[in-house]
């Protein structure tokens, strides 16, 4: 079942515009950004620290994979990805389930707008090379 899962999941991602691999980028943050939350809740700092270094990560792709010659977009992007890192880190460090929320709120809006985004592009023709990027399994 666990592989079956897993390479539904690779064959997702593999036929999956640009725009839907952002999405689901966002998915994964978002998720990993309530267990991280809970966990802290819960007083389990390892699991906690385990669920925001995932989201972390996630945060660093979108923010490496702007095309920062796309104009004030990928400018307010950034600066918001940079933000969000720098939130997590401070949430990390005062252990602090208030702002990952925060953090995942904000996420959580920027996903609906980049769902909406998704949901008219234009389907391009299949990848000629492979995607690589976080591990959304997780």
């Not at 996420?107 to 000629?128: F, N, V, Y």
Request: hydrophobic share 40%; proline share 3%.
């Amino acid at each position: 079942m666990v592989a079956q899962h897993s390479q539904y999941t690779a064959r997702a991602i593999q036929t999956a515009s640009p725009g839907q691999l952002v999405v689901m980028l966002y998915d994964g943050m978002i998720r990993f950004l309530g267990q991280s939350k809970a966990a802290m809740e819960r007083g389990e700092r390892g699991e906690a620290g385990l669920k925001m270094s995932r989201a972390q990560a996630i945060v660093t792709e979108l923010r490496c994979s702007l095309d920062m010659t796309q104009g004030s977009i990928s400018d307010n992007l950034a600066s918001i990805y940079d933000w969000v890192s720098e939130e997590l880190m401070g949430a990390r460090l005062e252990n602090d389930p208030a702002r990952v929320g925060r953090v995942s709120d904000m996420m959580t809006d920027l996903r609906g707008a980049w769902a909406q985004i998704a949901a008219t592009e234009k389907p391009t023709a299949e990848r000629s090379r492979p995607v690589v990027g976080v591990n959304l399994a997780g």
